[in-house]
């Protein structure tokens, strides 16, 4: 699955988020609350860019990126990036929930679902406002939360 699949999603999905959400514990007892308050930051980070700042949005993610998300959104970055140039999208993030599935002191998955705000010059500006959901897998990487996978809920 591509980056931009992961990230761009329908809102057909925003449904299934409330209730996984309105079921998932949002602290479990295992994992701490860091690894949540990590994927809800990472939540936000992969759904602010704009188009004519590409490169510091990728520097944002990276950063907060290890294994394998950080091998396949370093490699797929080129082509999203064109992509997101030439139709001169601009997004934000808004309302974000996340609630822990599982995990340990090394290791999280934790559901993210958030509003995503896409401005297109196709639009004229418009805001057209999609549901995110997606499950990340976080690791502990030298005391910092890290996401290791990214998968479209």
């Not at 990728?58 to 064109?82: I, K, M, N």
């Not at 992509?83 to 974000?96: I, L, N």
């Amino acid at each position: 699955m591509t980056m931009r699949r992961s990230v761009l999603l329908s809102m057909s999905t925003a449904g299934m988020a409330a209730a996984l959400l309105s079921t998932a514990p949002f602290a479990a007892a295992e994992a701490p609350e860091e690894a949540r308050l990590a994927a809800c930051d990472i939540g936000v980070v992969l759904s602010e860019y704009d188009y004519t700042d590409l490169d510091a949005y990728a520097q944002r993610v990276l950063e907060r990126s290890t294994g394998e998300w950080y091998a396949e959104f370093s490699s797929s970055f080129p082509e999203l990036r064109d992509r997101m140039r030439a139709v001169e999208v601009r997004s934000t993030a808004g309302e974000v929930r996340c609630g822990t599935l599982s995990g340990d002191a090394t290791r999280a998955e934790v559901l993210v679902h958030l509003r995503q705000d896409l401005r297109k010059a196709a639009t004229n500006g418009q805001v057209e406002s999609q549901q995110v959901v997606m499950v990340m897998v976080l690791e502990n990487v030298g005391g910092r939360w890290l996401v290791s996978r990214v998968t479209a809920a």
